[in-house]
């Protein structure tokens, strides 16, 4: 073979791996320890980097050490930092050493674990540790491997939906013959993430067969079954089908958890496959204080949590659990020659591409059983409940203040909240203020909060729990809300409101 | 707060990073050092670790160390070693230095970027990238964000695939109505992977309407616009629908690439959404000598690539471009109150939420803009030619050994070859002897090869490139096949056969 050219370029360098990564962890671990002093949500302006950056890729190679001046220099300015202990937004993104490590491992073999044979370990420790994590949460027996079920890994909460609604329209259709999908009707309520209705609408479900049920302040934005009852009723009346029930525990605007119990039996009554989505709170489960939130689960026909929430398991790794992993494999199995393999047609193994929506995986269970391993369920039950302590925390400062009001009160780890000076004040005015005071805390850099909208409640969310926050981030957090409401209410006065 | 318990537990620590890291990175640099030495494809039996490991999470935590041992001893054997050199299965998993780094970076930062807000570096880079790569493709303007198009990082070709099947869908309902999703039909060839089949269906087209297109030897298993034309013509003269056309550029079976100018102009005289799947050879398309195979991209809908294959950019990372991101937003733009921010609200930005299945997404552009600015589309273009190099050596090997046949030219890095002692002799049988030749070599843990069946042929396929392969790795695999090939043919011999 004297006519190949000599191979110059040598992609995976074993000889440079340890001193080249080396720089990169200390990188790292200095963006770690300057991360308070950067603005949490980042402070550019649109095109920031697409206007002044190269138009077409470079021909030559850059040195590895210009790369991360650069990164430092021009990405980080472009960064909202999610692991800054000053991160109060959306729901935090936790992540750990564990889970580093497990990434890191995962990265390295690299491995795509389509089906059994393309690495057993892949696939047997992630049915182990969903089995553990099942035996935690104390879901039924029926979503172990024992049982009928079992759990998978997926990148997301909007997959693992695309996976359940598909089984559950599949299921429906070989009742009602496959002209039935544009009767078929989901229900949901108004605090239900929209991937659900994102999911319902991929899966080819007609838009206007999405219901959503409205909650009230009254009944802390939990749905009731009487309510989703009348609906379905009134679908079935008018010859619509009825076939799918999502309930939430741990809601992303209020922090609400439905009546799994109550829904799962009209569920059962109207033959809806009933999902649990417990995107947020699922993970906080593992506290046997709060696992009476999952009574009432042996009627659902599956759960999802996003164990990259809350988990210390950074993005990403979300857990669906099925009661009847047939369901699922009736509609998701499929496969070709090339994968064909005598573990598989032994039916003796699991293959989890017939799990999920693509047929390559990632060794993610590995990070999920690091960091379950290296801090063992009692650590990870100290850093659950220590996150819940600082939101009661929380929530006793707001409440301390006359000037404001907690909207929900508090279950997980998510601070409803609003200023209301005045009593008699229309909801337009309050959120117009609250909207101002927000604005004025997030674009100070010093911390970042969201919103809601809970009915026509405006209220500021402060989630808590980022792997860095600690009780003082939190007290900074209120000083400087009651620094900036004082601007605010000051600024309103001068303006004559 | 006095009330509070001390926060004993530290997940994110710190002062432990580095040391701990440290460990983790010595740890893969050994595996790399040693990879060559473990059986390619695991030997393990099913249920090796499943039978054997503890049935309950661990309460306690463990040591770093321990875990790194454990690993080592129970995990590292039910691993198959995509990342030997001698893995030459499936197609390769490449990776390097820089996606490494990449990674760790994205792990660290671990930032949730589904809208600009949420980390406006994010974003643009992945817009930067991704016009860098359609530049470098050659697509036409019209696919970068400069166009009416662009590119996003998908998790899989799935994924991209159920957001332009769902956005061809819901554009063909808008034209027929929303009853007319039974109706709706998807054409494909016999080499085009499964994933779209399970695509179409997930998004609601009944199977009965996914139409496998067959392809020949002599055609050197392309699809012909022709025979195309003739199953969509059927379709219509029936009543229904034809509405998506999926082309491929280095089927997963032979490595075939189907006539993109042809076939664009066929589903522009249909009106069909015209989508290119190059998972594995697009990589390769860097190269200009290798651009040819797209020519007439300018009438597709969109195309992707698995760079997580070929483009040493480790799992996951997949491009998928569109010409028109007006259609994908149709579809998959929803969002919620939660997320509501000026800028998103200015229209001046991408939320890349938009154009995928799941709201939360990883910053893996950091890791493709690491690949491209580290090694420079020079050495890029090194890599693949090496590649291609190797696999035209093998080919040649393979060529010069009268027993054995090369049934596909190789164009790219897959070689498909079967051995074929007698000139006369039935496929059943050539399967069998195949079979036991491939079985040979995989279970002697040497190498790792897959098959395939074309048409009714038997083949098997080495696919070349890890990113350890060099050329003694390849020598060395037909050494093992020649070895091999002695033993069963003698065993067939004996046999009587």
Not at 247 to 268: C, K, M, N, R, Y
Not at 456 to 466: E, K, L, M
Request: hydrophobic share 45%.
């Amino acid at each position: 073979m004297g006519g190949l050219p000599v191979l110059k370029f040598d992609p995976l360098n074993i000889q440079k791996f340890s001193d080249e990564a080396l720089k990169v962890i200390e990188f790292i671990t200095n963006y770690y320890k300057n991360v308070q002093k950067y603005p949490v949500r980042s402070q550019v302006e649109p095109g920031f980097l697409q206007n002044v950056y190269p138009k077409t890729a470079p021909l030559q190679p850059t040195s590895l050490e210009t790369i991360l001046q650069e990164i430092q220099n021009d990405i980080i300015p472009g960064i909202t930092h999610w692991q800054s202990p000053n991160f109060f937004a959306f729901f935090p993104a936790t992540i750990s050493n564990a889970a580093f490590h497990g990434e890191m491992l995962c990265t390295a073999l690299n491995v795509v674990g389509f089906n059994w044979i393309c690495s057993p370990a892949a696939t047997e420790l992630e049915m182990i540790v969903m089995d553990w994590l099942a035996k935690l949460f104390n879901l039924p027996q029926s979503f172990l491997f024992a049982g009928e079920g079992g759990g998978v890994i997926q990148g997301s909460t909007s997959e693992g939906l695309i996976c359940v609604l598909s089984a559950a329209r599949d299921k429906a259709l070989k009742q009602f013959g496959e002209d039935a999908i544009t009767k078929l009707v989901v229900y949901a309520s108004d605090q239900t993430h929209f991937v659900v209705q994102k999911a319902a609408k991929l899966v080819g479900i007609p838009s206007k067969n999405f219901r959503v049920i409205p909650t009230s302040l009254s009944n802390q934005f939990a749905v009731t079954p009487k309510a989703v009852e009348v609906a379905v009723e009134r679908d079935v009346e008018s010859g619509l089908m009825p076939f799918f029930l999502c309930a939430t525990v741990g809601a992303t605007p209020s922090g609400s958890t439905d009546p799994i119990e109550g829904l799962g039996l009209l569920a059962q009554k109207y033959g809806l496959w009933f999902h649990i989505d417990a995107a947020y709170a699922g993970s906080a489960l593992i506290c046997p204080e709060l696992r009476h939130y999952l009574i009432g689960t042996e009627h659902a026909n599956s759960i999802s949590m996003n164990l990259h929430k809350w988990f210390l398991t950074n993005l990403d790794c979300s857990g669906l659990w099925v009661k009847n992993r047939s369901d699922l494999l009736d509609t998701l199995s499929m496969t070709a020659e090339v994968m064909r393999n005598d573990a598989s047609e032994s039916k003796n193994v699991v293959d989890f591409m017939d799990w999920q929506i693509a047929s390559g995986r990632r060794f993610r269970a590995l990070k999920l059983w690091l960091v379950l391993r290296r801090y063992g369920v009692q650590n990870l039950m100290i850093h659950i409940r220590s996150d819940i302590e600082l939101a009661k925390h929380l929530e006793a400062l707001v409440k301390s203040d006359q000037r404001f009001e907690v909207v929900v009160p508090v279950k997980f780890s998510l601070v409803c909240f609003r200023l209301k000076p005045e009593k008699q004040q229309g909801e337009e005015s309050l959120k117009e203020l609250n909207w101002k005071l927000m604005e004025a805390v997030n674009s100070s850099g010093r911390a970042y909060m969201t919103h809601a909208v809970l009915g026509d409640i405006f209220v500021i969310r402060c989630a808590i729990g980022t792997s860095l926050t600690e009780e003082k981030h939190v007290n900074g957090l209120w000083e400087l809300i009651q620094e900036k409401t004082q601007l605010v209410l000051k600024e309103r006065l001068v303006m004559g409101n």
